[in-house]
């Protein structure tokens, strides 16, 4: 049969016509009411941003200007409330992020911002508060103080396990974390090379939480020079979360490509999606039958999240569910721990005197080398729980840009007094990076705030006690990064020689 499209040609036409003419009328009334109309209207900041969402889109997609630095400039320009997208306003006093951040502030996230992450209703992304509260306590206990304490060998000790759901291979048997962090420094140290701090402590951290919730560690330490695939995939992958945020498109087209396409058009990204491949076999596996996860070494987090009793009548959470929740705790866990033990160290080597100090007192807190302290006895010495570690490490956390994000947050629908100024309810506010509150404040703060401590006490005590450590001067570390919900450090790594000390 054949069709003749050309007598339909006009209404075509005029249909594209009608609609374009539609949406422009839609964008001129939406652009004059978010100038004059909106709630937000009288606070300062640049009239793009008033306008339109696409104004900061520009800026970051286009400009590739950090919004971290735009925020700062825009501070400086327009006072410490600004305006910086119609619904968005951002400010800079400090007093600002306890009165948005708090127990009592039980605020929805927004839902513009979080979505990026693309993991449905993994409790991280969960904007609504309540919703997320379920979920967030089945694993809360997973990462109490009390069983960090009863799993911190998962973060130092040279432990064998055999590993029954690894990517690699069934039945792995691997050293920990620490111990083979250090390894790998004394073997690039006898080759007369400087090692790659920045990469080496992403490893350590990534090796570490994979551990610590999968009992699948996907050895990114064992990989020469610290060049581990996940990690260096995750680096790649780190400015699509900019995309993701302004991209509802692009988000759709990340989810329906074939990984297998996705890894040819980026061979760097095949890390990550090798690492999710490997977490959904587990996830399977265990839904299976879940006796697996009794062969897992140790008690797993997918334990926590099935268990029954916890669930209480809701739906058995589903494997994609399962594995939204496994990305977000991976993703949370390893970037922000290699991000403070690198920026903490680069300016340890900076300051020799402050170094030593602390070298010192790391020195008699662990006077033979074979005999480490536990996490517990370097953070509860007397003298260094007053004094250096825990300052060094405090420091650390306020100097590191480990999420430079401004982790928005929706004024309720009664409004807000923030810093004085009184907000109206519904459009969302955006809150000062503190530095002093790395893991954030409230009910949504960092869950894993224990082990995060437990594994910058561990790491910096043996990096300083095991080795005499020194700047790659050849190699001058640019610490430059640009924000995407984590830092993007782009510039020359921090490459530091580590001599082991003998006693
Ligand atoms: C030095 C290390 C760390 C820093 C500075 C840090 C910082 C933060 C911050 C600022 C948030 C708030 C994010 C938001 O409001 O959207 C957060 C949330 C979170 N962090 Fe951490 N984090 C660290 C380590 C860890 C570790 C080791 C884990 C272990 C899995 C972890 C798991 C989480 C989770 C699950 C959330 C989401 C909590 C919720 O939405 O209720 N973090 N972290």
Known sequence: MNVHVYPFLPSFRLGLVVVAAVSLCYGLLRVTYNLFFHPLSHFPGPRGAACTRLWLAYMELVKRVSLSDLRAELHRKYGDVVRISPNELHFSHPAAYNEIYNAQNKWDKDHEFYRAFDVGEAFFAQTNYLKSKHSRALVSNFFSRQS????????????????????????????????????????????????????????????????????????????????????????????????????????????????????????????????????????????????????????????????????????????????????????????????????????????????????????????????????????????????LLTAVIKEMLRIAPAVPAGLPRVVPPSGAVIAGVRIPGGPGSKALDNCLVAFSKGPRSCLGINLGYCELYLALAYLFRRFDVRADLAKPADLKWSEHFLPLFEGQHLHAYCDPLDD
């Open 148 to 387: 960090i304490s009863e799993l911190q060998h998962l973060v130092r000790s040279l432990v064998r396990v055999s590993l029954p759901m690894s990517h690699a291979s069934p039945n792995v048997t691997f050293t920990l974390q620490l111990d083979q962090f250090c390894d790998r420094l004394k073997a690039q140290n006898r080759e007369g090379k400087s090692s790659d701090l920045y990469l080496g402590f992403q490893c350590f951290s990534a090796d570490t939480i994979t551990n610590f919730c999968f009992a699948a560690s996907f050895n990114q330490l064992s990989f020469p020079e610290f060049r581990g695939d996940i990690v260096l995939g995750i680096d790649i992958a780190m400015d699509t979360v900019t995309l993701r945020k302004f991209s509802d498109v692009f988000i759709w087209l990340l989810r329906s490509f074939p990984h297998s396409l996705l890894a040819r058009i980026s061979p760097a990204l095949k890390g990550l999606l090798t690492f999710r491949r490997a977490l959904k076999n587990q996830i399977e596996a265990i839904l299976r039958s879940p006796q697996a996860m009794d062969d897992a070494p140790h008690r797993i987090i997918y334990r926590e999240l099935l268990n029954p009793e916890a669930i209480k009548g809701r739906p058995v959470p589903t494997a994609q569910q399962l594995l939204n929740e496994a990305e977000v705790l991976f993703s949370a866990g390893s970037h922000t721990v290699g991000t403070v033990l690198m920026t903490g160290v680069y300016h340890l080597l900076h300051n020799p005197e402050t170094k030593q100090r602390l070298v010192d007192e790391v020195r008699s807190a662990w006077p033979v080398l074979d005999s480490p302290p536990s996490y517990e006895e370097l953070e509860r010495l007397p003298f260094l729980a007053s004094a």
